[in-house]
Structure formats: C-alpha cells, structure tokens
C-alpha cells in the first residue's frame, strides 16, 4: 500500500535559496535557525546594525551602552511595564527595553526587514502576496536575573486573534541575533513543536519544557505565530541585542500603523523599494478612507 505523504509546496525562492531544510525545521518544530552564512548579511554588516542601535539607545535613554559591559549607568524601570511578568505576579526589575519603529530611523533597518532569506521563509508561512509588515524592533537588553519572570515571558505571538486556529500562519516573525545567544547571555527560549497545539501556552508545562535558542551572532530566528517562545534572563555582563521584525496576514491589524504613518520619502532608499511598499501595505486597499463605491445619481 503506498504510505500518504504530507504535501508542502515550495515557492520558487525557497528553492533558489536553498532553504527546503528550514521549511521543514518550520514545519515540525515551529521555528527555525538559519545559520549567519545563509543570510546573505554580511558580518560587517551585522557589526554595522549593532552600533547602530547603539547610538540609537543612547539618543533615547541618555546614558552609554557598551556591547561588552552594559549601560554606563545604573538604569531602573517600573516592574509594572514588563507585562509578561505581571500576568504571572512577578515582581522584579526589568533589564530591558524596545527601540521602535526602526525602518524609519536608518537604511540599515529596512534593508533587514526585506531580507530575501527572512521573507522566503516568512511568506511560506503566512503567503506570498498575503504577507506585510507589522513591527520592527529591537530588543535592548542588559545583565539581570529576573528577565521576564518565572514563566520566562512564554507566549505567542498570534495571541489576539481568536480561536480556533487553523496551521497556517496569521503572523510570523524573525529575531536577528545580534550577539550570541546561549542560555547565560539570555537567549531565546521556545517550545519545539507547539505552534501545532495551537492555543496559547499553558503554565507550568511551557516553562519545563521550554529549551534556549543558542546561535552565534548575526544567526536569524524564524518562527510561526502560534509558536510559544520567551527569553532566559541575561546573567553575564554585557548586551544582548536583537531585531525583531514581525509579520501579518493583510487581514490581520498590524502592530504599527506603517500604512499611513511611515516616511514614505524615506522608502526608495532601500535595497527594493517596490517590495518594500508591498509589504508596508501602501497600495492596500482596506481599511477604506473613504467612499469607494459608486453612488446613485438623479436622472432629470
Ligand atoms: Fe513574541
């Protein structure tokens, strides 16, 4: 009897990438890692967005960051702003904070957020002609053993839509290691293959059998929406930078409002300002901001 294969269809840039592994690391456990030579983003540049967001962290906070000892200064932020812990009634000091919005602050970032790799593996996920921007952040983070609390900040990243959900992805995200990650220097956390409970994570299960993302810097993260994932607390010295840049389905409400409030005089500086508009959404068609059907008129 012949046995029933799962059918995955290919677009023709995975193929050309090189990336049927990932698709099928994607498939099973949810997320995948693909290696810094298989980004097609140098390590010069690589060091280039980490100072960057360097100068970037100092403009807003202030005070100095350093890659190898951390903020110059001893930073504190109320409890109550890390949410995840929170939920969990965790008190603690947050050691970490998200510069936002980053496509408008540098060429830099928008050239990562259309990354060939990061999309072909996003757009097998979510769709092809159906995936656009939502955010694009990064994750500035420092030595502190509290983190996200207890529970780690477990969560998923297509949470608000409700349930039911189907095995297609509503959204789906990358997180570019910037510095290394593993455990100590407080790396990733993920639950292989949870993105097909699809519900979000239940407590204490997630946090046991959660495992660390390790990968050397300038590695990139790609994972579904369903998929729960937090991070380990950073307990070495120094920063743990990272980028985030989210997806969405087009029916999905994005987290910025890209659309109608990004720069636009800043897109054809970019590596491809055409797909760069596709995915920003410009020429979508909802929500409408006006009439656009046609109106009875008097016949006289
Ligand atoms: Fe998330």
């Known amino acids: 009897m012949e046995r029933p294969t799962l059918e995955t269809r290919l677009s023709s840039e995975v193929q050309e990438l090189g990336l049927e592994d990932f698709v ?10 693909v290696p810094p030579e ?14 960057q967001l360097l100068v970037e962290a100092e403009q807003i906070v202030g005070c100095g960051f350093h890659l190898e000892e951390g903020p110059d200064t001893p930073l504190t932020m109320s409890a109550d702003e890390n949410v995840f812990a929170v939920f969990s009634g965790d008190q603690g000091e947050p050691t970490q904070f998200l510069v936002q919005q980053l496509c408008a602050r540098d060429r830099l970032f928008r050239d990562l957020a259309i990354n060939p790799t990061g999309l072909a593996l996003i757009r097998h996920m979510i769709g092809r002609n159906a995936t656009r921007f939502s955010s694009h952040n990064a994750f500035i983070k420092w030595q502190g053993e509290f983190g996200y609390g207890r529970n780690l900040g477990l969560h998923c990243d297509q949470m608000a839509v409700p349930r039911p959900w189907g095995r297609n992805a509503l959204t ?18 993920y639950v292989p293959g949870s993105h097909r409970r699809m519900e979000p994570p239940r407590f204490p299960e997630a946090v046991e059998l959660a495992v ?48 109608n409030l990004f720069p636009q005089d800043l897109v054809d500086d970019c590596s491809d300002p055409g797909l760069f508009k596709l995915l920003a959404g410009f020429a979508d068609e909802f929500p409408y901001t006006q009439q656009t059907e046609r109106i009875p008129r008097f016949v006289s």
């Open 24 to 33: 099928l690391q994607l498939e099973v456990d949810g997320l995948c890692v």
């Open 38 to 51: 298989k980004t097609g983003v140098q390590p010069e540049t690589i060091k280039g967005i980490r100072d």
């Open 172 to 189: 789906a995200n990358t997180n570019w290691c910037l510095t290394d990650y593993t455990r100590e220097d407080g790396a990733m956390a």
């Open 212 to 259: 660390p993302i390790e990968a050397p810097a300038g590695s990139l993260i790609v994972f579904h929406g369903a998929t729960w994932h937090g991070a380990f607390p950073r307990m070495t010295p120094g920063m743990r930078l990272s980028i985030a840049n989210y997806f969405r389905h087009y029916m999905i409400l994005p987290q910025d409002d890209i659309k």
